[in-house]
Every structure is written in structure tokens, then in C-alpha cells.
């Protein structure tokens, strides 16, 4: 292991990095409008150690309460009354960019699941994903990772090769622009490619904390605000075929 990678791993495990690469409980806040099912989901993630903070019938009720509750993870049904989901979750992660939003939806429509992760989404499961599923994703999403129901990911990842192709809205490539350091591109590089925060930990031999570091740091250099933005932004400049 190299001096550098020593560093970076001591750097996440000082920061208290847990297992699954987060402190304390997650909170989660399940917004769904059949109340049966949102409060079994409910039921299911606090079993499972997470703290569920709230949760909301509607999209109007979703949007106040998530706004109060603070949530980590704010896990969404998109088939909403009074607001839609994808309304709600650009609503949200606009005023908070660190909300973290898994999609739970009976809807596996290609343009449902491009709608939700250009609003902001970090995930989309299908409600026929089993518990342990559910569990498994609002951890990851927690996290950063980019979770979605098999099949759904290469849709998304394709829909960023096809957003690179066309011109960007911000403005062109500045040479004063902020300097990425080379272990910043190696991770950009990663994550232009699909690899989850913790493929890239482990492909890296560095924390998943670290991963997560270094990606804000990135978005924050870069003036971007999702891992929409950043994986566009690398394609265009050929890193996923680095």
C-alpha cells in the first residue's frame, strides 16, 4: 500500500467511518400514498436499525415535512397526489443537494426512471424488490452510491453517454477552471465507468469515506451538483474510456 493510500484510508477512518460507511443511524423519511404499504416499508427499515425521521401521504406533505425532518435518505414513490414525486424530489434536493432520494416505485418505464434521476434521484428499485433489497439500497444510497433494480443501470448510464453527445448548457472549458488533483480524476474516472463508492474503495484500496471525499470535493471544484452532472461532465472529456 502506498504512503498516499495510507493516508487516505486513515483520513476516512478518522472521519469515524462505520462499515457501511456512514456515522450514527441513518434517517430516512418513506413518502408513498397507500398507507399500508408506506408504513410496512416503514416498519421493515426501522427493524433493520434505521432511523425512520417521518414519513408523508402526499407530494405537498412530503415536501413540509421533509424540509423539517431532515432526512438522509428520503425514500420516494413517484405516483403521488397533490405533487409528483419527481416534482418533490427537485424541489428538495434543490434546496438540499446532500438529500439523498431511492426511488420505490411500481413503474419500471424508461422514461419514469430518466425523469427521476434528472430530478435528482440517486436511486430507483422497483416494488417488487425484496426487504433485504430495500435495506441493502437506502444503506448504499445513504452513501452516495447510485443503486438501481438490475437492467435499470445501463439505461441510465446510456442516457449520460447520449446527454454527453449534446451541447452543454454551462459555458466552455475555462483554463483558469479549478484543477482536479490526479487521485480526484482516478475516482471521476471510476465513477464515468458505473462503479459503485465501494468498487471504487476497493479498486483503490482506500475508505469508502474517502470515495465519498473526493467526489464532493470534485462537485465542489467543478461547480456541479449531482452525479448526473459529474458523469456528464467526464464523458464529455473521454474519462470513461481513460
Known amino acids: ?14 472521519a469515524g467511518e462505520t462499515a457501511g460507511g456512514t456515522t450514527g443511524a441513518i434517517k430516512v423519511m418513506v413518502v408513498d400514498d397507500h398507507p399500508m404499504w408506506r408504513d410496512a416499508v416503514a416498519r421493515d427499515l426501522a427493524e433493520a436499525g434505521l432511523d425512520v425521521v417521518a414519513t408523508a401521504g402526499d407530494g405537498e406533505q412530503a415536501v413540509r ?8 435518505v428520503l425514500v420516494l414513490d413517484l405516483n403521488l397526489p ?21 426511488v420505490l416505485s411500481a413503474s419500471g418505464e424508461h422514461a419514469d426512471v430518466l425523469e427521476a434521476v434528472k430530478s435528482g434521484a440517486t436511486g430507483y428499485l422497483l416494488k417488487s424488490a425484496s426487504t433485504e433489497e430495500l435495506i441493502d ?51 471521476l474516472r471510476l465513477v464515468a465507468k458505473g462503479l459503485s463508492y465501494k468498487q471504487i474503495a476497493e479498486r483503490l484500496v482506500i475508505s469508502h469515506r ?33
Open 1 to 14: 500500500m502506498s504512503e498516499q493510500q495510507q493516508q487516505e484510508r486513515a483520513t476516512g477512518t478518522a
Open 65 to 72: 415535512r421533509a424540509q423539517a425532518a431532515a432526512p438522509d
Open 82 to 102: 397533490l405533487k409528483p414525486g419527481v416534482q418533490v424530489c427537485k424541489e428538495l434536493v434543490g434546496v438540499n443537494p446532500a438529500l439523498r432520494v431511492l
Open 137 to 187: 439500497a437506502v444503506r448504499r444510497t445513504a452513501v452516495g452510491d447510485a443503486v438501481f433494480t438490475p437492467g435499470l443501470a445501463g439505461l441510465v448510464l446510456g442516457e449520460y453517454r447520449r446527454l454527453a453527445t449534446e451541447p452543454a448548457a454551462g459555458t466552455p472549458d475555462d483554463p483558469k477552471a479549478p484543477q482536479l488533483t490526479d487521485r480526484e480524476t482516478e475516482v
Open 210 to 242: 474517502t470515495v465519498q471525499n473526493h467526489v464532493q470535493n470534485t462537485l465542489g471544484k467543478l461547480q456541479l451538483h449531482n452525479r448526473v452532472e459529474l458523469v456528464r461532465y467526464a464523458i464529455e472529456r473521454g474519462l470513461d474510456d481513460a
